[in-house]
């Protein structure tokens, strides 16, 4: 699209007024209540008890960026931050005090968002009382037609906006936006990026973003969706009074021009971004549709769409394993965008110098496909697996989150569909799945590529000559499009569980620990496993392993950043990574291997009915882990390319050079050289990993909603059945904090920002007292930096403070700062944090800062003690080392709520001496050629 054509149809032509049922044979979730206001506005709302006594309010704006003008790019979201800068009911500088003060933290329960259609404004309050709701709503109408739009709060904002603008600048991102003004020439969209451009946000004033406020923030074209802990009585009259009363402004909008795509054939495109550090080969079909309504048949058609995507992605994977594949990675998806643009793309991330083998497997495993189609088998696993995403909903339903239940209505309306409940939705997909065959799944795959459109993209750190590129890179897809290719293999037919059941062990004491009501098993073989049942999360049962010492035992540096890939890329020592995804098809069973800073951790997670296959899965991974050389060397290759990005990148000199600067250089913190890492060899991974996985000390933690006694039968077989466990971990040094002491690490970058990070050494966690009351006082200085250096300075889009305390290291420490700041603002920025942070070590907090950081704290700790992720990470695992993490529980309510501004005080002239803080810039360089 060009020049700032518009169609001449009113808004009201394609501002949509009633819901997506109401055009479809569909029906919506019959928990829902629904309603449109006199005025125009809809509302849905949802009763649903978790997290519990808390309500989940969105205002859903049904336009974003793809609304504005030539004139307004950047508006719908300097629109969204303003109207967190004065309202009808609320100063400037009041809104986010109030609901601190209340117990709703800025960033997490007040926010928003803008996107290419939609601006979407949430607040999350922290109990469910009338008072409460009445306040969010008048929030929430307050965007919806109260905003102020003061000039003075305009320009201040203006400085955020662009510090966003500027965090969001990366070597991605400019990849991101090239390709889609290739590839979406012609629509409107590759013109209207949310973030909008620096020509346009400079000449924002009130006038302009009062008109696109007027012309788009109508009632008619915006919906409420409320989902929480309330009663359907007390919440529905509010809505009515406090929303009813909202009226349109006379100023009526022109519906934007969407525009056709304006390319046909077979199309090369070339991008080089020589900072991405990696390379990316493509093959994309594009094509123009219309809008449909939503349907069993849209529904079905999207299903079996789905099931290609699946089996291609399938395919991929194993393309992926082998050693020879020219790629590290590669993705299949079609759909639609809009519901105006339909799309199927096949893409992958080469490797170094290998882009032209890339594309040509990427052009055959596509031929291949549509040439011999799918099989019964490859269908077969992809029923299993939809069906079991779809019971596993099911299951869950009784206790899924508001803010996610939320969401999805929010997108679901967005999206012209209907929003349907988890049994709705089994019971929708279930004959369709049945039904399901080879014929229709082919039929669906050569319709996403039906048409004559290709667009063959290289994209990344690929140098090729500008003039020659596209030509160069058609002629290897067409050369690639003459060779024969033949159909695709079966794969080999395997059994899981494959060991042998181990006899269960011997238990020697059962340890109950009534206060908090869990318990600890203890073996003769040295096992401990940790029990803590709870209904937080229905039919949902998470289990941690920990063995060993973790990266404190690595003894050359690199290892443990290999580590964790090749475990969990090489599956078992028996099945391959693929084989075993195959043989779980249809299983909720999932294990993640990790590298702890004090042990090798074995994460897992099922249903309920499925404790017995993840307890059968975590033994065979301990037992007998994949360490496959192919793996090994594919996982080097990927992290060589990521180095190669990072290097290039502010945010890879913070790991490189800032993270091993703050632990006095010592080489277990950030990432080494990759000089040092590629000494790493797959045998120095075994001799590191294998005796601390087979018999290193073992500790499991399971929590969530379980049969007790089953799972003590599963743990006394497949962990207690285990070869005796001994050995002791690894024995902390001491780190250096570097008290006192400046780095500027310089980083050759195209990327115009720069980070600043300010640190003063603390203590490690053990004093929980005092742990707790640090993070107490990193959310007073974050309050007071967001003031001081986001919205009066406007020099930074996001300041980041926090309390940082190890585990592992003894009195190691820190309360840390970091932003991003424009080049050349380091000292000053700089300057001022240190300003602040000595008023605060000098003048203390105050009883009205202490309020607004500890309510939103206790708001979010009420929350968190009544997750299953809180009771796993924070209590039970690591409590066999650590008993006193048992007693936390009991506490950490009343000892933060406990927190004094004397304590506070205290801390402060403690801890932030500025003669003692460790300061490090990163900055980008210029280079000979002049650019930075």
Partial sequence: MTGSAESGAAASDCISTDWPSSRSDLHPDPSLVRGILPNGLRYVLKENREPRNRVAAYLNIQAGS??????????????????????????????????????????????????????????????????????????????????????????????VILSERRARDSA???????????????????????????????????????????????????????????????????????????????????????????????????????????????????????????SRALQATEMRRH????????????????????????????????????????????????????????????????????????????????????????????????????????????????????????????????????????????????????????????RLDDKTATQEILDVFRQAAQQPVDAAGSTASTTFPYLEKPAAGVLNAVVPFKEIEAERLVFANGVTVNLKPTEFKKNEVLVEIHTGSGKLGEPKPGLALLTAGVVNGSGSGTLSRTELDEVLAGRTVGAMFKVG???????????????????????????????????????????????????????????????????????????????????????????????????????VSIVGDFERDEVVRLASIYFGGLPPRQGRGAVAEQVHFPVGKMLTAEVDSSIDKSILLIAWPTDDFWDIHRNRRLHMLASVLDDRLRKAIREKLGATYSPEVGSSASRVYPHYGMLMVQMVVQPGQEKKVGDEVLRIADDLRRGGVTEEELARAKAPMMTSLRDAVRSNTYWLSSVLTQSTAHPQQLAWPLSILSDFEAVTKEEMGALAATYLINDRAAKAWVVPVARPDGRK
């Avoid at 259609?117 to 709701?133: C, F, K, N």
């Avoid at 409420?224 to 406090?242: K, N, S």
């Fill in 66 to 159: 793809l609304h504005e003008t030539d004139e307004q790019r950047g508006y719908a979201h300097f629109l969204e931050h303003m109207l967190f800068n004065g309202s009808t009911n609320f100063k400037p500088g009041e809104l986010v005090e109030y609901f601190q003060s209340i117990g709703m933290s800025f960033g997490g329960d007040i926010n928003a968002r803008t996107s290419f259609d939609e601006t979407v404004y949430h607040v999350i309050l922290p109990d469910a009382g009338r008072s409460q709701v009445e306040k969010g709503f008048t929030v929430l109408a307050d965007y919806a037609r109260g905003a102020l739009l003061l000039e003075k709060e305009i320009e201040r904002e203006r400085g």
């Fill in 172 to 294: 991605e991102y400019r990849t991101y936006v090239a390709g889609s003004e290739f590839a979406l020439r012609g629509t409107r969209m590759p013109q209207r990026m949310p973030i909008g451009v620096e020509e346009t946000l400079k000449k924002a004033d009130r006038t302009q973003l009062k008109r696109f406020y007027d012309q788009w923030y109508r009632p008619e074209n915006m919906i409420l969706v409320v989902v929480g802990d309330f009663r359907r009585a007390e919440v529905e009259p509010l809505v009515h009074r406090i929303f009813g009363r909202l009226a349109a402004a006379e100023a009526v909008a022109e519906c934007p021009d969407f525009g056709d795509l304006q390319h046909k054939g077979i199309e090369g495109f070339y991008h080089f971004e020589e900072e991405l550090g990696k390379s990316e080969v493509s093959i994309e079909s594009l094509w123009d549709t219309e809008e449909k309504n939503d």
């Fill in 307 to 462: 099931a290609v995507s699946l089996i291609l992605r399938h395919r991929l994977q194993r393309l992926q394993e082998r050693s020879e594949t020219p790629f590290s990675g590669a993705f299949y998806g079609s759909g639609e965008m809009f519901d105006r643009i339909g799309y199927a793309v096949l893409s992958a991330e080469v490797r170094p110098g290998k882009w032209k083998e890339a594309l040509r497997l990427l052009e055959q495993t596509l031929r291949q496909a549509l040439t011999y189609g799918v099989s019964q088998a490859e269908i077969d696993r992809v029923k299993k697996e939809i069906k079991a995403k779809l019971e596993e909903a099911v299951l869950t339903a009784a206790t899924k989150d508001s803010k996610d239940i939320a969401n999805d209505i929010i997108r679901h309306l967005n999206e012209n569909r209907v929003f349907m409940s988890p049994q709705q939705e089994l019971d929708l997909y279930g004959p369709l799945l049945a039904a399901l065959d080879v014929e229709a799944v082919n039929a669906a795959l050569r319709a996403s590529w039906a048409n004559d459109s290709r667009l063959i993209a290289l994209t990344g750190d690929t």
């Fill in 597 to 699: 800073e004090g042990s090798f951790i074995w994460s897992g997670k099922a249903i309920r009915s499925e404790t017995e296959l993840l307890f059968q899965l975590l033994h065979t991974m301990t037992v007998d882990p994949g360490l496959r050389p192919d793996i090994f060397e594919r996982v080097k290759r990927d992290l060589r390319q990521a180095y190669q990005g990072m290097e290039r990148d502010v945010d890879g000199a913070m790991q490189f050079q800032v993270l091993p600067f703050l632990a006095g250089d010592n080489p277990k913190f950030g990432m080494p050289p990759w000089a040092v890492v590629d000494k790493v060899g797959l045998e120095d991974i075994r001799q590191w990993l294998l005796p601390e996985l087979t018999g290193g000390p073992l500790e």
